[in-house]
């Protein structure tokens, strides 16, 4: 399992891209993207559709990872992260139903 930069790391050198090209790309400074490769600082959704299209990927596939990444880094530092994951599965089960059902309203 890796992380979102890991994952993005492993593209990038699987493609031999240099650092400064696919920070260019992504309109950022390279220091930037070496701290998102290492995990000390987060992408964002932004760069999702320029990463899926400089590396062939699916800007889904890229955002699960991105996104199971913030989860998991907030929840890592909690005590009962597994019952929090719980509940909040349960609640974005009840907020879409209700949503749909208001939507259904109209």
Do not use: C, H, W
């Not at 995990?39 to 199971?68: C, H, Q, T, V, Y």
């Amino acid at each position: 399992m890796k992380t979102f930069g890991d994952y993005i790391r492993a593209l990038r050198e699987k493609q031999n891209l240099p650092l400064r090209k696919v920070a260019a790309a992504l309109d950022i400074d390279p220091s930037t993207l070496s701290k998102i490769e290492r995990g000390e600082r987060s992408a964002n959704k932004e760069m999702l559709p320029l990463l899926s299209n400089l590396f062939n990927e699916s800007e889904e596939d890229l955002g699960l990872i991105l996104m199971s990444d913030k989860v998991a880094y907030d929840l890592m530092q909690e005590e009962n992260p597994d019952q929090i994951l719980k509940v909040a599965e349960e609640k974005i089960k009840y907020l879409k139903n209700k949503n749909l059902q208001q939507g259904s309203l109209d």
